[in-house]
T-cell receptor, first 114, second 109 residues
Framework: NAGVTQTPKFRVLKTGQSMTLLCAQDMNHEYMYWYRQDPGMGLRLIHYSVGEGTTAKGEVPDGYNVSRLKKQNFLLGLESAAPSQTSVYFC?????????????FGPGTRLTVL | GQNIDQPTEMTATEGAIVQINCTYQTSGFNGLFWYQQHAGEAPTFLSYNVLDGLEEKGRFSSFLSRSKGYSYLLLKELQMKDSASYLCAVLDSNYQLIWGAGTKLIIKP
């Protein structure tokens, strides 16, 4: 039981390049989330999904796109990377979105955009 | 706007007790979470409070006062492995988690 996994763990991009971050969970969770974490700031929600085939915008969605074609996978895309997108990206999942549902986090992807 | 305040950094001694405070102003309230995050790792769940009062779980306890918009995390019998950041997060009226910036706790021998 791997929980939540993220690929890759580290990546360096040049401005304007594109990439996709992959998140996978094996807990049969309905809800999945993409966050970014920057020094001195709280986790900020980029996009989330309440089930297979659905996605919704979070607090900071600009410059990112997502897809949830399979229940266990949630992809985060950067179409044209910018230095402001240098951050640590965390994926999380929860059984449902209710108030008592704990979010389980992946190990993170450290992205640097030059 | 929505805001969660926590001290940036705290230092405590091994074996002692430390209290990490969190104050919040959010649009609605559906519960407050505490997560622990070791450096370079993912956040992991510690506690959830939705009613006023103290919830005890081993060496860790969490307190909530909804009328004051205030919570604290109490860590007893501190161990070196407790050195980590502690994140406070509030579930707002839209069931979105609003996160504080975290408190870095440094434990000294």
């Amino acid at each position: 039981n791997a929980g939540v996994t993220q690929t890759p763990k580290f990546r360096v991009l040049k401005t304007g390049q594109s990439m996709t971050l992959l998140c996978a969970q094996d807990m049969n969770h309905e809800y999945m989330y993409w966050y970014r974490q920057d020094p001195g700031m709280g986790l900020r929600l980029i996009h989330y999904s309440v089930g297979e085939g659905t996605t919704a915008k979070g607090e900071v969605p600009d410059g990112y796109n997502v897809s949830r074609l399979k229940k266990q996978n949630f992809l985060l895309g950067l179409e044209s990377a910018a230095p402001s997108q240098t951050s640590v990206y965390f994926c999380a999942s929860s059984l449902a979105g209710g108030p008592t549902d704990t979010q389980y986090f992946g190990p993170g992807t450290r992205l640097t955009v030059l | 706007g929505q805001n969660i305040d926590q001290p940036t950094e705290m230092t405590a001694t091994e074996g002692a007790i430390v209290q990490i405070n969190c104050t919040y102003q959010t649009s609605g309230f559906n519960g407050l979470f505490w997560y622990q995050q070791h450096a370079g790792e993912a956040p992991t769940f510690l506690s959830y409070n939705v009613l006023d009062g103290l919830e005890e779980k081993g060496r860790f306890s969490s307190f909530l006062s909804r009328s004051k918009g205030y919570s604290y995390l109490l860590l007893k019998e501190l161990q070196m492995k407790d050195s980590a950041s502690y994140l406070c997060a509030v579930l707002d009226s839209n069931y979105q988690l609003i996160w504080g910036a975290g408190t870095k706790l440094i434990i000294k021998p």
